[in-house]
Nanobody, 122 residues
Framework: QVQLVESGGGLVQAGGSLRLSCAAS????????MGWFRQAPGKEREFVAR????????YYAAAVKGRFTISRDNAKNTVYLQMISLKPEDTAVYYC???????????????WGQGTQVTVSS
């Protein structure tokens, strides 16, 4: 059905920036809520950011608010996560997710990408 392919992860020094991309295929991207999650070693997967399909409303976890920006380009079927002022605690595998339920009030992850590693060194 929906396939999500992430890219842009890598190694960056604290204070640096990185932009993650998630390309979607299958279905109507413009009607998907899109989100980013991350999982650090030994930790549970946590919500990072999401953007609604209707109205482009953005939501962020408190830990990343003001530093990360989620955006989407429906013409490219791609969602982005621009990360600035990165901290070592941002180190995690970052996952892209798609909500195909048309919900805007909650995020219902239905499809997941493979994840991309982000490592922030001090």
């Amino acid at each position: 059905q929906v396939q999500l392919v992430e890219s842009g992860g890598g190694l960056v020094q604290a204070g640096g920036s990185l932009r993650l991309s998630c390309a979607a295929s299958g279905g109507t991207f413009s009607r998907y809520g899109m989100g980013w999650f991350r999982q650090a070693p030994g930790k549970e997967r946590e919500f990072v950011a999401r953007i609604t399909w209707s109205g482009d409303i953005r939501y962020y976890a408190a830990a990343v608010k003001g530093r990360f920006t989620i955006s989407r380009d429906n013409a490219k079927n791609t969602v982005y996560l621009q990360m600035i002022s990165l901290k070592p605690e941002d180190t995690a595998v970052y996952y892209c997710a798609a909500d195909t339920t048309l919900s805007t009030v909650v995020f219902n992850a239905r499809y997941w990408g493979q994840g991309t590693q982000v490592t922030v060194s001090s």
